[in-house]
């Protein structure tokens, strides 16, 4: 106890009545004080940092009160308002500290989706992530001392430093527009844009497999058609070089150009034939008749099947049946 106070003239019932009131005042502010600074912190309005320097000053406000159950209304009120100006500044040079959190926060979001996107490069990211980092080492080594003008000069360092790695002047901008928002509603929205770049990303992607997986049945079905072609071009290649021989002999070697196993064969032998002898006569697909169709359908269906024999075939006809006739070997009579 302060020996001045034994020298202190009796309170009146007022004064005691001022006193008692104005404890009860100060109690119930600093607990009043003390849940607005924790929910404050929970809905991130507050830094932690200005919260344990504000509920380090209401504890010990509420220990110095508790202490001292003697004290006059002018120590009271000259405490209490120390107090109110203490916090209130606390509280006024938080929103710097907010807002560079904030900026970090908004970054970081920014360039995870610029990467995904594709609108900025690996290097890109890499350089933009080291300055973020090194902010953020900043402020966790200066949160409790740094002014709001330090906050101001390490923002603008900060974002000069994006700059020169390629980051867009509006993206700065637009950056420095949004830390003033709650930390709460930045972190919904960036969710939220997070999540439309995500379904984007899912469409894009989900086009992209269906074009692949179109062009890719488009493939196999043209080469597959194609192999088709080249097996039936391969049998009426054999068929039609085979016009001197009767039509049961075509069709043998039109089966036999069909199978896929000769068919790169017979095409390399059409090729040469080509070269050594000019022009292979192609009568018709699998030309194995000579009598026309004498319906409008039976033409279309007759169609490959059906050809005009000219001097050539009727020569290699001609010789083939000559050839027969010389193997024959006829016995003695």
Request: aromatic share 10%; charged share 25%; proline share 5%.
């Amino acid at each position: 106890m302060n020996v001045s106070r034994l020298f202190k003239e009796k309170q009146t019932p007022e004064e005691i009545q001022q006193i008692r009131q104005l404890r009860q005042g100060y109690y119930s502010y600093i607990t009043g004080a003390t849940a607005n600074v924790l929910n404050a912190v929970k809905a991130n309005t507050l830094t932690p940092e200005t919260s344990t320097q504000i509920s380090t000053l209401l504890a010990k406000d509420k220990s110095w009160l508790d202490s001292n159950s003697d004290l006059d209304a002018n120590e009271i009120s000259t405490r209490y308002d120390t107090l109110l100006n203490s916090v209130q500044n606390f509280i006024l040079t938080d929103k710097p500290k907010i807002e560079f959190k904030n900026t970090i926060l908004i970054y970081q979001s920014l360039f995870k989706t610029n990467l995904q996107n594709k609108s900025i490069t690996e290097e890109q990211y890499e350089n933009v992530d080291r300055v973020l980092k090194a902010s953020n080492d900043w402020y966790n080594k200066n949160v409790l001392t740094a002014t709001e003008l330090d906050f101001v000069n390490e923002t603008q360092k900060m974002n000069d430093k994006l700059k020169e790695g390629g980051i867009k002047s509006t993206e700065v901008a637009n950056a420095k527009k949004d830390s003033g928002k709650p930390t709460e509603e930045i972190k919904r929205e960036l969710t939220e844009k997070e999540l439309q770049e995500k379904k984007k990303q899912e469409v894009t992607m989900n086009v992209k497999k269906g074009l692949h997986i179109i062009g890719s049945t488009a493939l196999k079905v043209f080469l597959s058609l194609l192999f088709v072609v080249l097996c039936i071009l391969s049998g009426s290649f054999v068929a039609n070089i085979a016009i001197g021989r009767p039509p049961p002999y075509r069709i043998l070697f039109f089966i036999y150009g069909l199978l896929p196993q000769l068919m790169p064969f017979v095409i390399l032998y059409t090729l040469y034939r080509r070269i050594a002898h000019g022009p292979i006569a192609m009568y018709a697909i699998l030309p194995v008749s000579i009598e026309p169709a004498t319906t409008r359908l039976g033409k279309y269906l007759w169609y490959p099947f059906y050809y005009v024999p000219d001097q050539d075939a009727i020569n290699a006809y001609t010789e083939f049946q000559a050839g027969l006739r010389a193997v024959v070997v006829y016995p003695q009579g």
